[in-house]
């Protein structure tokens, strides 16, 4: 929540678009998307709704910057190395984003009119690709897929109703305890030998799917 002390050390400080992205999007995190509206932006800025039009052209120009946040947060593929390995610390990158801006998760490929931080990364996702010898085709294939499981994994992470390992042990052993052996075997198993075991972390099931989906692609990269 915003103090009071810091709405006196904002509205010192000059407005910029820059400014403007960035409290939408700690607003967003707050509140979720839907509790974004410029009225609300301009009190979290301490200025006239009026004033933010000198920065955004409307809610959509607004929406489309915040998109460029998240992607300069998420970054660029890093230069000079495998593919594999570039590909796999964005996702990974992405992932953890996500996880600190849930709302962005159903907002990042809506975009129609997407900003200059999203194309470029766009670009340099598919740069990457393209150099490790991928052909365009394969390349878009390689590119939806990584993405539809990013966002997949990180909108299923977001809907569980445990965050941590010590909610999944406290509520798990509470459901293990009125669990039939004999009509759920393999939940049972599941969760006596992987879910419940000292360290057992969801997020970790990302990098295991991530490395079947890079290894498959390599397979296919290296048949074309």
């Given amino acids: 929540m915003t103090t009071q002390a810091q709405q006196d050390t904002a509205q010192r400080l000059p407005l910029t678009r820059q400014r403007v992205l960035r409290a939408a999007v700690e607003l967003a995190d707050r509140g979720g998307i839907t509790a974004l509206t410029m009225r609300k932006l301009a009190q979290e800025l301490g200025v006239e709704a009026m004033a933010l039009y000198n920065h955004v052209a409307n809610k959509d120009d607004l929406l489309d910057g915040m998109v460029d946040v998240i992607f300069d947060e998420i970054g660029l593929p890093s230069g000079g190395i495998d593919w594999k ?17 849930p709302w962005a998760i159903g907002l990042l490929e809506s975009r129609s009119r997407p900003g200059p931080v999203t194309l470029l990364h766009h670009d340099a996702v598919l740069r990457c690709l393209r150099e490790a010898g991928f052909s365009v085709a394969m390349a878009a294939h390689a590119y939806s897929l990584l993405d539809s499981y990013i966002y997949g994994f990180a909108l299923q992470q977001r809907n569980l109703p445990l965050h941590t390992p010590e909610q999944v042990a406290a509520v798990g052993g509470e459901m293990l305890q009125r669990l039939a052996l004999a009509s759920y075997p393999y939940l049972v198993e599941m969760m006596t030998q992987h879910a419940l075991q000292p360290g057992y972390d969801y997020a970790d099931e990302f990098v295991f799917g991530l490395d079947l989906i890079l290894n498959s692609l390599e397979s296919l990269r290296a048949t074309e």
């Fill in 85 to 101: 390995l570039a590909m796999r610390q964005r996702a990974i990158t992405a992932r953890d984003v996500l996880a600190r801006h």
